[in-house]
């Protein structure tokens, strides 16, 4: 029997299993590969990372290693709107010179800004402008999501990046964890017995049981609450109530300039959400990625990569006229993910106990989607896993005890 079971190898899972050294733990990764949504690929010599993009902070890292060099991104931002980039170093100044000419817009979105109107009050424009610059890192659009959510309109990033892109943090987890790993193993259920915790996994067609004293289940809320089967009935509601949304990631590898002075537009008229330009290692190459969020996706359905790749393309000709219909891409990517970015709605948010940690005597869970307060994405899935590590150690470690005293 395993001290513990670690269902999911995603950044919550793998922090999870770091913070359980030197017990005898269970590492179980439906996928052939670690990371989850964390997904760092290369070509031509450039890596570049078609899930969580923006480089980790690195003080949310249990340990420390040699990071790889960052690359900076601080050029302003734009909005896409009428037809015309309006730049700024803030989202308040681009939002500022795209209604320059109709104050009466300007004081409604001011009005957002200060809490004083939400977004069911806004006129059609003032709404498109606003959601804009929140879809840039949600997968929903502006008016699904919480009041507390809504906020977020505000962040300008900087999308800074590591030169290895964020799958350097997940080998660096790989390297220093002592977990067993099984790859390709889906776990189905997960219940708990009499002192156990029995899971019921799916490994190349044919299914086993595995016993640990303990289970961490770090698989997003939309799975965990279908293979966990001892819950308490308002957790699992509560469960229930998380959804994502989906996001579709598309890369483009590009000789020379584009979206010159600019890190990121957004694109509220366009197909895809944002528009985003990471330099690389190669002085010759920059990187070009595309983000369509869930309702992007919905109409990307049934469509070819290649096409895909040509809408982007086409996108960035209506932003940026200067780039030249003749220029070939390097190298091309598209992923498409399903569970994407978790939609903080009304309804989740308002009964949200965040930190939900046990479920039941010995199941706990790890996730992204504990933590509601911004940031969410990496940080989270990291504290998150590392939390429910040291819940689960300070019960084995209990344990020890009274078995050295009995
Ligand atoms: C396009 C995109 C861009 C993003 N950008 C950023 C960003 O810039 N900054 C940021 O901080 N965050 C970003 N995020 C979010 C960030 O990637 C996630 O918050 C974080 O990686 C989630 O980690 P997790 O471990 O909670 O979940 P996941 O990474 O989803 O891991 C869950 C794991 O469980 C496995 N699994 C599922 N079901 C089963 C099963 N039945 N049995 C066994 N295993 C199972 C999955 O295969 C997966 O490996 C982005 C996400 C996307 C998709």
């Known amino acids: 029997m395993w001290d513990v079971a670690i269902v999911g190898g995603g950044l919550a899972g793998l922090a999870a299993s770091h913070?359980?050294?030197g017990w005898r733990s269970l590492l179980l990764e439906e996928g052939e590969r670690l990371g989850g949504r964390v997904l760092t690929r290369c070509q031509a010599g450039i890596h570049y990372d078609l899930g969580a993009v923006f480089g980790y902070d690195p003080r949310c890292v249990p340990f420390q290693f040699p990071r790889?060099?960052?690359?900076?991104?601080?050029?302003?931002?734009?909005?896409?709107?009428?037809?015309?980039?309006?730049?700024?170093?803030?989202?308040?100044?681009?939002?500022?010179?795209?209604?320059?000419?109709?104050?009466?817009?300007?004081?409604?979105?001011?009005?957002?800004?200060?809490?004083?109107?939400?977004?069911?009050?806004?006129?059609?424009?003032?709404?498109?402008?606003l959601n804009g610059f929140f879809r840039?890192?949600?997968?929903?659009?502006?008016?699904?999501?919480?009041?507390?959510?809504?906020?977020?309109?505000?962040?300008?990033?900087?999308?800074?990046?590591?030169?290895?892109?964020?799958?350097?943090?997940?080998?660096?987890?790989?390297?220093?964890?002592?977990?067993?790993?099984?790859?390709?193993?889906?776990?189905?259920?997960?219940?708990?017995?009499?002192?156990?915790?029995?899971?019921?996994?799916?490994?190349?067609?044919?299914?086993?049981?595995?016993?640990?004293?303990?289970?961490?289940?770090?698989?997003?809320?939309?799975?965990?609450q279908h293979i966990v089967v001892t819950w308490t009935l308002a957790d699992r509601r509560l469960l229930e109530r998380v959804s994502y949304g989906a996001f579709t990631v598309v890369a483009i590898g590009l000789r020379g300039p584009f979206l010159e002075g600019l890190s990121y537009v957004a694109t509220p008229s366009l197909p895809m959400n944002v528009l985003l330009k990471q330099h690389t290692r190669r002085p010759d190459v920059e990187l070009l990625l595309a983000y369509y969020g869930e309702r992007g996706t919905r109409r990307l359905r049934g469509k070819e990569d290649a096409r895909i790749v040509q809408q982007v393309l086409r996108g960035l000709r209506t932003v940026d006229p200067g780039f030249s219909r003749d220029r070939e891409p390097l190298f091309t990517d598209v992923q498409h993910w399903s569970i994407g970015g978790t939609v903080l709605s009304r309804e989740c948010l308002g009964d949200w106990r965040g930190g939900l940690v046990q479920v039941s005597p010995r199941i706990f869970l790890a996730g992204d989607y504990l933590d509601v307060g911004y940031p969410y994405g990496m940080i989270a899935a990291l504290h998150s896993g590392q939390r429910a590590a040291a819940r689960v150690s300070e019960a084995l470690g209990?344990?020890?005890?009274?078995r050295g005293r009995s």
């Open 398 to 402: 209990a344990r020890r005890q009274r």
């Open 136 to 224: 840039l890192i949600h997968a929903g659009e502006l008016s699904d999501y919480g009041e507390d959510a809504q906020r977020d309109v505000l962040h300008r990033f900087h999308p800074a990046h590591y030169v290895d892109g964020n799958g350097s943090l997940v080998q660096a987890f790989a390297e220093r964890i002592d977990a067993s790993i099984r790859l390709r193993t889906r776990v189905l259920r997960v219940e708990e017995g009499a002192d156990v915790v029995r899971l019921r996994v799916l490994k190349r067609g044919v299914e086993r049981e595995r016993t640990a004293r303990y289970a961490i289940v770090a698989t997003p809320a939309r799975v965990t």
């Open 19 to 21: 913070g359980l050294r």
């Open 68 to 129: 790889p060099a960052l690359i900076r991104e601080d050029e302003p931002i734009a909005i896409f709107h009428e037809g015309a980039l309006h730049r700024g170093n803030s989202v308040v100044e681009c939002l500022r010179r795209a209604v320059s000419e109709r104050p009466a817009r300007w004081r409604e979105i001011l009005a957002f800004l200060r809490e004083e109107r939400t977004a069911s009050q806004l006129s059609p424009e003032a709404y498109a402008l």
